[in-house]
């Protein structure tokens, strides 16, 4: 707030919630990257605490669909594991190979 003259100052109590949604780097990525946009005039925001809110939901959206990515690998890993496990030929065990 004290770095830019902003048309409506961030509201830490509003942006909380979405701060919880990602970790504290991302956080601080957010920050730094609203306050380069704002810096080079890029955009005009109206109301930063809504940006920094979008920002933060798209960050969490993000990471949950890279979560969601990885398991499914995984998953698909151990089928293919099992699948491939099944097709080996098994061994006998010694007992049952042993002449009665």
């Given at each position: 707030?004290?770095?830019?003259?902003?048309?409506?100052?961030?509201?830490?109590?509003?942006?909380?919630?979405?701060?919880?949604?990602?970790d504290?780097?991302?956080?601080?990525?957010?920050?730094?990257?609203l306050?380069?946009?704002?810096?080079e005039?890029?955009?005009?925001?109206?109301?930063?605490?809504?940006?920094?809110?979008?920002?933060?939901?798209?960050?969490?959206?993000?990471?949950t669909?890279?979560?969601?990515?990885?398991?499914?690998?995984?998953?698909?890993?151990?089928?293919?594991?099992?699948?491939?496990?099944?097709?080996?030929?098994?061994?006998?065990?010694?007992?049952?190979?042993?002449?009665?």
């Amino acid at each position: 707030n004290s770095r830019h003259q902003l048309e409506s100052p961030l509201r830490f109590m509003t942006l909380k919630t979405a701060f919880d949604m990602v970790d504290e780097k991302a956080q601080m990525q957010i920050l730094d990257n609203l306050h380069e946009k704002l810096e080079e005039g890029q955009i005009h925001i109206a109301n930063p605490t809504t940006w920094v809110i979008r920002a933060c939901e798209r960050r969490a959206e993000k990471f949950t669909a890279i979560l969601q990515e990885r398991k499914e690998l995984k998953r698909q890993e151990r089928e293919a594991a099992w699948a491939e496990a099944e097709q080996r030929p098994k061994k006998k065990s010694k007992a049952a190979a042993a002449p009665a």
